[in-house]
């Protein structure tokens, strides 16, 4: 119950342009806070930036289908075909790349199923990174070559939305 009232008094800044990276699973989003959470995202439209797996993205969008989020890590574990058919059902929702590199192009080859999706849906992928604790920093210049090499395996065009252009399109 103190989440409300903290994000409230965040939003009451007018600095933020969403809520998150939080955790939501699914079987979750039926609270009572969630279910404020959503009225606030509507009433500011903002972003969610939803930690979560597949069943709490469509409960979301069940629940609320004007939601803006941003599903986080592409649900950490998800392959292309789940996250392409997220995307073609939910015009709202896009989708972050942080930590998936190894998954999106294992040993540094593009998958054929995420280059799919890339091309299927290029304005709705963002390149992403968590530095979540302090030690990941040191990880950060390798993971951003990563991106970098899987980028530089799609069309320049799709390659740039991907890498910054969506971002300055959703965050102007």
Do not use: C
Not at 12 to 20: D, E, N, R, S, T
Not at 66 to 88: C, E, N, T
């Amino acid at each position: 119950p103190s989440v409300i009232p903290y994000l409230e008094s965040r939003l009451a800044l007018k600095a933020h342009k969403g809520i998150g990276e939080f955790d939501l699973f699914g079987g979750q989003t039926g609270t009572p806070v969630i279910k404020q959470l959503i009225e606030i995202v509507l009433r500011e439209n903002i972003y969610l930036h939803a930690h979560s797996d597949e069943v709490a993205i469509v409960e979301l969008f069940t629940i609320e289908p004007r939601l803006k989020v941003i599903w986080a890590h592409a649900g950490m574990s998800s392959g292309p075909q789940a996250v392409g058919a997220l995307l073609d059902r939910y015009p709202n929702l896009s989708v972050d790349l942080a930590i998936r590199n190894g998954d999106v192009a294992p040993g540094g080859v593009l998958d054929p199923g995420w280059r799919e999706v890339f091309l299927r849906h290029p304005d709705r992928f963002l390149a992403g990174t968590d530095t979540w604790v302090t030690s990941r920093w040191e990880a950060l210049p390798g993971s951003l070559a990563e991106v970098r090499t899987y980028l530089n395996q799609l069309p320049r065009d799709v390659a740039e939305k991907i890498a910054y252009k969506n971002a300055e399109r959703l965050f102007p």
